[in-house]
Every structure is written in C-alpha cells, then in structure tokens.
C-alpha cells in the first residue's frame, strides 16, 4: 500500500498511545446523506453543561481514560505515514433540529469518507459554541463536528472543524437563517448543503482517539481535526449563541495517550 508522511504525537510512556496527527487529504466528489441523534445513542438520563461531571448520572463511559475534547499542543507533533482521508461528500437535502443540546444538521445517507480502506457513511452534523478542542489552550469560535459512522462495525469517525468570526459562510448561511428555537423543532432546508464545502481546502488535519463529547461519551471514537478553520460571520455566531452560549464540553486529561 502507497504511504504517506504525516506529523503526530507521542508521548513517552503511553498505554493508549494518542496520536495527534497532521495529514494532507484528499476530497472526492460523491452521493447523497443521511440522519441521527445528537452523538448516536438516546440519552437514558437527561444532562446538561451546568454540570459536566457526567458520570454522576450514570453515564461511566464518561468517566473513561480516553475522553474528548482535549487540548492540541502542536509542538508535540511527529512525523508519521498515514493513508489519507477520501471524502466522499456531495450535495444533498438536510433537515436542521433543535436537539436540546446543540443544533444538528441530518443529512440523507449516501456521502461517506473512506479511513484506513474503511468506508464509514455521514450521519450528522452539528455545533458548539466555543470550540471544544483548543489549541495550544486557545478555543476557537465555534466548532463543526461531522459524525460518520462504519454500518458493519458501528465504529466512529469525527471530523472537527473550528470555525473563527469572518466572512459570512454562504454554505451554512441556509442552515444559520433556520435555527430553530424549540428542542424537538426541526426545519427542512429548501436548498441542498454541498457538504464538501463544509471541508477545508487544506485538509491538513490532527488525528487520535477519543470518545463522543456528549453523554454517554462512547469510547474509541477516531477523531480527525482539521488544522485550518473556516470562516463564519458575526452574525452567524451570534444566532447560534443565542440559543447555545455554551454546549462545550471542557477539555479531557489526555492520560498518557
């Protein structure tokens, strides 16, 4: 199999071995979407981010060793050879929901991103507000997450991408005019979101693994963290804001991955 040199990093000592990587990606076009929860399973207890100490609720996983976010230190970044990621996103129709805890975006299934010859389909996209990773300890205005999900084995694939104050961003401007405001409200969009431009140009991206940033934090989710951020306006952040100022989990020990 062809190689590809990366950037990761390893610390010494490490059981889980996080590897936080920077990889070029490649894009290609594709098919259709799909639809889902607000990270996959139901809650069977219901949590906010008043408190996130979620393991008092019940939810263990938690309370894992390998939680997310987590903070990006970018000098601890190494070379590596990694496959890169294949997008296979295209246009296609959505329907935005108020989740309670965050605004999502579901999408019709058909897109997909092929991870180490594994093809995972696009479930769901949604938003937090500041960004859930940081780098170098600094948070970004909002953060993207795009939830794929492997039908054959259940495994997680996260694409996160920072959003920063900018231009207005024309491809989420259909989604961010059509916010709803109640949780359990859902509003179809009647235009296409070309998912592909929810991507970087420069797909450069961070890499390790993780769990889900939201009850019940399902372990050994692989995250994959765009390096460059896309821009959205004031406006857009704000419409946002209002209804979520805060759907961001803190950032996790990193436990010697």
């Known amino acids: 199999m062809k190689k590809y040199t990366n950037n990761l990093i390893m610390p010494l000592g490490s ?6 990587i920077i990889v070029a990606t490649f894009i290609m076009p594709a098919c259709n979407l799909i639809d889902n929860e607000d990270e996959t399973e139901p809650e069977a207890t219901e949590w906010s981010y008043e408190d996130t100490d979620w393991t008092k609720l019940g939810y ?13 230190e970018t000098d601890k970044t190494i070379k590596t050879q990694l496959a890169p990621l294949l997008f296979n996103y295209a246009s296609a129709p959505a329907t935005v929901v108020n989740t309670g805890h965050t605004i999502q975006v579901n999408v019709k299934r058909g897109n997909t991103v092929e991870v ?25 205005d909002m953060e993207l997450h795009l939830v794929n999900q492997d039908s054959v084995t259940g495994n997680l694939a996260v694409v996160g991408v920072f959003l920063k104050q900018g231009a207005t961003n024309t491809e989420l401007a259909n989604v961010f005019d059509n916010l709803p405001a109640t949780k359990g409200q859902e509003i179809v969009l009647s235009n296409n979101i070309n998912l592909v431009n929810l991507l970087p140009t420069d797909q450069k991206y961070y ?40 759907d961001a989990r803190p950032v996790q020990p990193l436990n010697n991955r």
């Open 60 to 72: 263990s996983e938690c309370g894992g060793k390998v939680e997310s976010p987590i903070n990006i």
């Open 116 to 140: 180490n010859e594994a093809k995972l389909t696009l479930m769901q996209f949604h938003f937090h507000h500041l960004s859930e990773h940081k780098v170098n300890g600094t948070a970004y």
């Open 15 to 20: 059981t889980f071995r996080l590897m936080l």
């Open 207 to 246: 890499n390790y693994t993780g769990s889900l940033t939201t009850p019940p934090c399902t372990q050994g989710v692989d995250w994959f963290v765009m390096k460059t951020p896309l821009e959205v306006s004031a406006d857009q952040i704000n419409a946002f804001a209002e209804l979520y100022g805060n």
